[in-house]
C-alpha cells in the first residue's frame, strides 16, 4: 500500500513538471526583435540588462538621472548593431515618466517589455532617516514603476501581450536595519507587483517580481550614506563584494531575462536569498531575533547625522581594500564610477 502511494506521489510530481514545462514553453517570448525599456539602465545591473537585451537581438531604451553616466552608457551599447536609445529621466516625475514613454514609442513604435529596475538607496540608522528619505525611495521604487505601467499597460493591451519586471529585493520580503527607506519602498513594489500579474494576466500581459539578495554590481559607492558614514560603507560594500554572499551581475541578469522570457510569476536570486526567505518564512521570531542582533552591531548614530555622503565619498582603510576587490572591479565595468579618475582625487571628503 505504500508503494502504491509513493508511486502515485512521483506520477503526480512528474506531470506536474511536464505540465509546467508546456505552460512556460507556450507562453514564451523570444527577446530577439523585441522593445525593451530598461530603467536605471546607465549603470549596474541595469546596464548589464542592457548588454544582454541587446546581445539577444532586442531594441532597447534605457534611461537615468546623471546625463553624463548616461552618455558613457550609450557610447558604449551603441556599439552594438541594434538600435538603442537613451533618454535622460527621472522616473519619479510623472510628466518625466510619460515623455520617456513618448519618445519610446515615437523611436520604436511599440514596447514589449518594460524592466523597473531604477533605484536608489540610504543606508544608515534609523535616527538618521528623514521623511524626504523615504519619500525619494517611494518615488524611485513605487511611484516611478506605477507612472510607467499606468501609461505602457494601454500600448500592451492593444498589442495583445507584453511583459513587466518590477526589480523588488530580498528587502521586499524582509525589513532589513539600517535601509528603512530602501525597504519600506520595496515592499510596497512587490505587493503591487505580485498584485498586478493577477488582474493583468487575463490581458497577456505577465508581471515578474525578482528579489535580488546582494549583487556585486559596485553599486555601494553610488549609495547615499549616513551617521557613522565610514563604518556604514565599509560593511555594506564588503558584504556586496564577498563571494558566495553576494552574486555576480551577470548571472543575476540571465536569470532575470530568462524569468521574464518564460513569464515567471517571481525569481529569488542567490541561495543566501533564498535560504533567507525561508528562514524568515517557516521560524520568524528566530529570524527577527537574528535580524535585531545584526542591528545591534551595525554602526550605531552619530557622525554626519543625517546628513547624507556617497559611498565613493566614504571611504576607509577597509573599503576599498583586498575585501572589495570584486565589487571594485565590478564597478568599473559596470560605470558605477561616476566621475573622471582624475576629477575624482579632487573631490574632498566630508568629515
Same mark, same amino acid.
Given at each position: 500500500?505504500?508503494?502504491?502511494?509513493?508511486?502515485?506521489?512521483?506520477?503526480v510530481?512528474?506531470?506536474?513538471?511536464?505540465?509546467?514545462?508546456?505552460?512556460?514553453?507556450?507562453?514564451?517570448?523570444?527577446?530577439? @526583435?523585441?522593445?525593451?525599456?530598461?530603467?536605471? $539602465?546607465?549603470?549596474?545591473?541595469?546596464?548589464?540588462l542592457?548588454?544582454f537585451?541587446?546581445?539577444a537581438g532586442?531594441?532597447?531604451?534605457?534611461?537615468?538621472?546623471?546625463?553624463?553616466?548616461?552618455?558613457?552608457?550609450?557610447?558604449?551599447l551603441?556599439?552594438?548593431?541594434?538600435?538603442?536609445?537613451?533618454v535622460?529621466? *527621472?522616473?519619479?516625475?510623472?510628466?518625466?515618466a510619460q515623455r520617456l514613454v513618448?519618445?519610446v514609442?515615437?523611436?520604436?513604435?511599440?514596447?514589449?517589455?518594460?524592466?523597473n529596475n531604477?533605484?536608489?538607496?540610504?543606508?544608515?540608522?534609523?535616527?538618521?532617516? !528623514?521623511?524626504? @528619505?523615504?519619500e525619494e525611495?517611494? $518615488?524611485?521604487?513605487?511611484w $516611478?514603476p506605477l507612472?510607467?505601467?499606468?501609461?505602457?499597460?494601454p500600448?500592451m493591451r492593444r498589442?495583445?501581450e507584453?511583459?513587466?519586471?518590477n526589480?523588488?529585493?530580498?528587502?521586499? #520580503?524582509?525589513?532589513?536595519?539600517?535601509m528603512?527607506?530602501?525597504?519600506?519602498?520595496k515592499f510596497?513594489?512587490a505587493g503591487?507587483?505580485?498584485?498586478?500579474r493577477e488582474?493583468?494576466?487575463? @490581458?497577456g500581459?505577465?508581471v /515578474?517580481?525578482?528579489?535580488?539578495?546582494?549583487?556585486?554590481?559596485?553599486?555601494?559607492?553610488?549609495? *547615499?550614506? #549616513?551617521?557613522q558614514?565610514?563604518?556604514?560603507?565599509?560593511?555594506?560594500?564588503?558584504s556586496?563584494a564577498?563571494?558566495?554572499?553576494s552574486?555576480?551581475?551577470?548571472?543575476?541578469?540571465r536569470?532575470?531575462?530568462?524569468?521574464?522570457?518564460?513569464? @515567471?510569476?517571481?525569481?529569488i536570486?542567490s541561495?543566501?536569498?533564498?535560504?533567507?526567505?525561508?528562514?524568515?518564512?517557516?521560524?520568524p521570531? /528566530?529570524?527577527?531575533?537574528?535580524?535585531t542582533f545584526i542591528?545591534?552591531?551595525?554602526?550605531?548614530p552619530?557622525?554626519i547625522?543625517?546628513?547624507?555622503?556617497?559611498?565613493?565619498?566614504?571611504?576607509?582603510?577597509?573599503?576599498?581594500s583586498?575585501? /572589495? !576587490?570584486?565589487? *571594485?572591479?565590478a564597478?568599473?565595468?559596470?560605470n558605477?564610477?561616476?566621475?573622471h579618475? #582624475? #576629477?575624482?582625487?579632487?573631490?574632498r571628503?566630508?568629515?
Amino acid at each position: 500500500m505504500m508503494q502504491q502511494w509513493i508511486g502515485l506521489a512521483i506520477g503526480v510530481i512528474l506531470a506536474w513538471a511536464v505540465l509546467r514545462a508546456i505552460l512556460r514553453w507556450v507562453r514564451a517570448m523570444e527577446l530577439r @526583435d523585441r522593445v525593451i525599456l530598461i530603467t536605471g $539602465g546607465s549603470r549596474g545591473l541595469g546596464l548589464v540588462l542592457a548588454r544582454f537585451c541587446l546581445r539577444a537581438g532586442a531594441h532597447v531604451a534605457i534611461c537615468g538621472r546623471d546625463g553624463e553616466r548616461l552618455e558613457r552608457a550609450r557610447e558604449e551599447l551603441e556599439r552594438r548593431e541594434n538600435e538603442l536609445l537613451a533618454v535622460r529621466c *527621472d522616473v519619479a516625475h510623472p510628466e518625466e515618466a510619460q515623455r520617456l514613454v513618448e519618445e519610446v514609442l515615437n523611436r520604436f513604435g511599440r514596447i514589449d517589455v518594460l524592466i523597473n529596475n531604477a533605484g536608489v538607496l540610504q543606508v544608515g540608522p534609523q535616527e538618521t532617516m !528623514t521623511v524626504a @528619505d523615504y519619500e525619494e525611495a517611494m $518615488g524611485v521604487h513605487f511611484w $516611478g514603476p506605477l507612472h510607467l505601467i499606468t501609461r505602457v499597460v494601454p500600448e500592451m493591451r492593444r498589442q495583445g501581450e507584453g511583459r513587466i519586471v518590477n526589480i523588488a529585493s530580498l528587502g521586499g #520580503k524582509i525589513s532589513l536595519p539600517h535601509m528603512l527607506p530602501y525597504v519600506a519602498s520595496k515592499f510596497a513594489l512587490a505587493g503591487f507587483s505580485q498584485g498586478l500579474r493577477e488582474e493583468l494576466r487575463r @490581458d497577456g500581459i505577465l508581471v /515578474t517580481t525578482v528579489f535580488p539578495g546582494l549583487m556585486n554590481t559596485g553599486s555601494p559607492r553610488n549609495a *547615499d550614506f #549616513k551617521g557613522q558614514h565610514r563604518k556604514e560603507y565599509a560593511w555594506f560594500s564588503i558584504s556586496d563584494a564577498l563571494p558566495g554572499l553576494s552574486m555576480p551581475a551577470e548571472r543575476a541578469a540571465r536569470q532575470i531575462l530568462w524569468a521574464c522570457r518564460n513569464g @515567471d510569476a517571481q525569481v529569488i536570486l542567490s541561495m543566501p536569498a533564498v535560504l533567507g526567505i525561508k528562514l524568515h518564512a517557516l521560524f520568524p521570531v /528566530t529570524a527577527i531575533r537574528l535580524l535585531t542582533f545584526i542591528n545591534r552591531i551595525l554602526p550605531g548614530p552619530g557622525g554626519i547625522g543625517q546628513r547624507k555622503a556617497k559611498g565613493s565619498a566614504s571611504t576607509s582603510r577597509f573599503s576599498p581594500s583586498w575585501w /572589495t !576587490t570584486l565589487g *571594485d572591479r565590478a564597478a568599473s565595468r559596470n560605470n558605477e564610477n561616476g566621475h573622471h579618475p #582624475k #576629477k575624482r582625487r579632487e573631490q574632498r571628503r566630508p568629515p
